[in-house]
């Protein structure tokens, strides 16, 4: 009888060669950081906190920045617990800073309407929101490092399906995350083969990147095809082995009430004037 395929296990062999770039192995070594046995609440539980928390950054108005400072507490104090390097946020902020920047720019030009700023100085209410974007996009970069670091990826997979989120969805990121390593090392390798025919270190003109770009596509639909007839060979149906699961306890009411309590009470305190606001009007 064929074995039964476990997506949720054992990393392909591929994944270990040395071609991986560092960006990869930083957002990797997720595993690495949740290999250590610690007594966490589960991470359903961690999932729907952490939603909840985005939900609350988004119910403020467009121009509120520094009402966000309070808001920094819970993934913060996360990524301390977890001991999270710093290696690790900053890449992830770089690779996240593009598109938050791409976001919040275009704002500073679209409202010119102004704004108090710090009693006599005024600002515009597009540059208010820009900041504000950008501050929204920090936190939730952060909670979003502080949930999936101290885990492995497959874990958190499991977690979302476990949340009901569409199977089909789940499985695509997953197997996304389990095999880019193989589309990294056969590009790399197309890539140094170039190089080696070409006598040059510079990367290849439009017209060879284009004709490198339809090869890699035909090798990847090729690979993927036998990668799916092995998967098929070993049972899989084109669902998620979902293990058992882990109970609602007593730890995990702790750390959900307490969180959503204190975003509560955060977001009412934020309903009043405040006697130095950053920003007059609409800014609460």
Partial sequence: MGRRCNLVERPPESAKAAGWSRVRKDVTSSADLGGEERRRPSLE?????????????????????????????????????????????????????????????????????????????????????????????SLAVLAAVALAAPVPFPDLCVALRRLHVPDPLVLQVLILHRYIAVLQEEAAGMLRAFRIRSRSRRGPPPVPAAALLGSLLVRSLERSRRLYLGMAARGFKGRIPLPQGHRFGIREGVYSAGWLSLFGILRFLSCFPKSHPFFSGGFG
């Fill in 45 to 137: 539980v961690r999932v729907v906190v952490t939603g909840i928390y985005l939900v609350f950054l988004a119910s403020y108005p467009r121009t509120a920045v520094l009402d966000f400072l309070p808001w920094t507490i819970f993934p913060l104090g996360t990524l301390i617990v977890e001991k999270v390097p710093l290696r690790t946020m900053a890449r992830w902020f770089l690779t996240s800073a593009p598109f938050l920047l791409a976001v919040a720019i275009p704002n500073f030009f679209l409202d010119s309407q102004s704004l108090r700023f710090f009693g006599k100085t005024s600002i515009s209410v597009g540059a208010a929101t820009g900041l504000s974007l950008l501050v929204r996009g």
